[in-house]
């Protein structure tokens, strides 16, 4: 009886067994699930990499915004404080590419390394794998810029290689191999290879769309010479012959010639927005203001993209319901750069007004605005640099042709606000006037600095390049924040890592800091700025 029984049990086991596993895989796939994904389409959300950290940090950092409140969440770069809050916005958009959540950022770097690998051994592929390795040196040079020595070589790669732990790179090193990347993924485009539809700079669904492989291939050719000539001029305090040896480099590859080879997004305001403008509005409005540096060196030179940068509201609480903001250039005033809110309200300062303060704010209609476009890397930017490289002599033409150089780069940055909410166009007249007049008309003495002020003003709205000028340069030549002693009297030179570094990569966050000197501050160099 009992062996009738088990052969009973052992029966019904393996009908019951048969049964489950004949459709197995069916039964246990989710039908929802995303299994395989088109490379393309992960190059295309990582496109959307950071230009800054927010406006409280880089842009504070080089004085052309401040918030005043030095409490809490709010204090940090105008306070010369080390605030984990203000320095994570590039790491953290750069490797796992997280953002607000309305705006569907779907992955940085580790997105940009999975597509690569999705790659690998393709031969169809070469453009898209190309514009990949370009972008991915964009995010990089951002990185190292703002922390100094970085996971690179290990970097994004927990899922397609296991690594978890990954170790921090010599910035110097990153670099090179950042110039190989560029250099060789530029010479690897080819006009007669594939089309990448998902591209959002030049595909099918950008600002201005482009819909064939030789067209798309001619931008992208383009923005790879103009990152070199960017990631070249880096090296100009120290190394100039390497900086002299990679502008030229650049620009007889060919750079960006126009605002038609800028590289940029526009948003609906629905779908997207514009990241680095969030929080002037979703936030209280009140705590953000030109600073005054930049508001003094606008009025002095009657710059006529002052209102589309900067204005006066009723109630600086609420400066999307003013109907008439005041725009008048004689009218606007910047907050002091270090002075704590509680002083603004009366003497020496300008006392309140409305719910906040009488002094200008960043225009929240137009530059401000949750719908204004994103630069990457513009014409402007890379006339205004090579205008440095011919005064310099490390391009043809003399003090000629940085003068034109100068000229155009601002003349381009100018025509950009044509297509920002609230923008406009600057009328021939008013761009004559303005590049022959005082304190803006080009002359040899003067013409490092008057350009070093051009590309501050050009990347108001990218922080990054603005504040990595001003390192390199020395321009404009800002006075530093005497709030505290914190800095040792000088600026911030870098970010400090995010303090989950510690806790979840200790072994490697130590030994960068002890490579870069041991201290991990505000005031340590990154290799270039020495």
């Keep these: ?221 383009k923005v790879g010479f103009s990152l070199l000539l960017r990631l070249g001029m880096r090296y100009s305090k120290i190394n100039a012959a390497k900086a002299q040896a990679l502008a030229a480099e650049a620009f007889n590859g060919g750079v960006m010639t126009s605002n038609a080879d800028n590289v940029y997004v526009k948003y609906d305001g629905t779908i997207a927005t514009n990241v680095l403008n969030v929080n002037l509005v979703n936030n209280n409005p009140r705590f953000y203001y030109a600073a005054e540096p930049f508001v003094n060196q606008i009025k002095a030179t009657s710059d006529p993209r002052s209102p589309f940068m900067i204005a006066k509201f009723a109630d600086p609480n609420n400066p999307l319901n003013d109907p008439n903001p005041d725009y008048t250039i004689a009218n606007q005033y910047g907050v002091p750069v270090g002075v704590l809110s509680d002083a603004l309200g009366s003497a020496p300062y300008r006392g309140t007004r409305g719910g906040g303060y009488n002094y200008s704010q960043i225009n929240v209609k137009c530059v401000g605005s949750q719908t204004a476009p994103t630069f990457w890397v513009t014409y402007a930017q890379t006339s205004l640099l090579l205008a440095e490289a011919a005064k310099r002599g490390w391009i043809a033409g003399g003090d000629a042709a940085a003068q034109s150089y100068y000229e155009n780069g601002i003349t381009a940055d100018m025509d950009t606000y044509a297509i920002y909410p609230g923008g406009g166009t600057v009328s021939a007249s008013a761009k004559t006037a303005y590049l022959t007049g005082p304190g803006v008309a080009y002359n040899a003495t003067d013409a490092l600095k008057l350009i070093g002020i051009q590309y501050w003003i050009a990347n108001l709205t990218n922080g990054t390049e603005a504040w990595c000028n001003f390192r390199r340069t020395g321009f404009p030549a800002l006075s530093p924040n005497l709030y505290n002693n914190n800095l040792n009297g000088g600026f911030i030179r870098r970010l400090s890592y995010p303090d989950y570094e510690l806790a979840n990569n200790k072994a490697n966050y130590v030994a960068a800091v002890q490579a870069m000197g041991g201290k991990d501050d505000l005031v340590t160099r990154v290799f270039w700025d020495k």
């Design 1 to 221: 009886m009992t062996k009738i029984f088990n052969l009973l049990i052992l029966t019904c086991f393996v009908i019951v067994f048969s049964g489950c596993s004949k459709n197995f895989v069916k039964i246990n796939t989710d039908p929802y699930g995303v299994y395989t994904i088109d490379p393309a389409l992960l190059f295309a959300g990582a496109e959307r990499t950071f230009t800054s950290v927010g406006w409280e940090t880089e842009n504070t950092i080089v004085q052309q915004f401040v918030n005043p409140f030095n409490s809490g969440a709010t204090q940090g770069p105008n306070f010369n404080a080390d605030i984990d809050n203000f320095n994570n916005g590039r790491w953290d958009a750069s490797y796992p590419g997280s953002a607000p959540l309305n705006n569907p950022v779907t992955g940085g770097i580790k997105s940009l390394i999975q597509a690569m690998s999705l790659l690998k051994g393709t031969t169809g592929s070469t453009n898209l794998l190309s514009m990949i390795r370009i972008w991915k040196a964009q995010a990089f040079m951002g990185l190292v810029d703002t922390y100094g020595n970085v996971p690179y070589f290990d970097a994004g790669k927990a899922y397609t290689d296991g690594i978890f732990y990954p170790k921090y790179d010599d910035a110097a090193a990153i670099y090179a191999d950042l110039e190989k990347e560029i250099r060789e993924a530029t010479a690897a485009l080819n006009a007669s290879g594939d089309y990448v539809s998902a591209d959002l700079f030049f595909g099918k669904n950008a600002a201005v769309p482009i819909t064939t492989a030789s067209a798309q291939v001619a931008k992208w050719k």
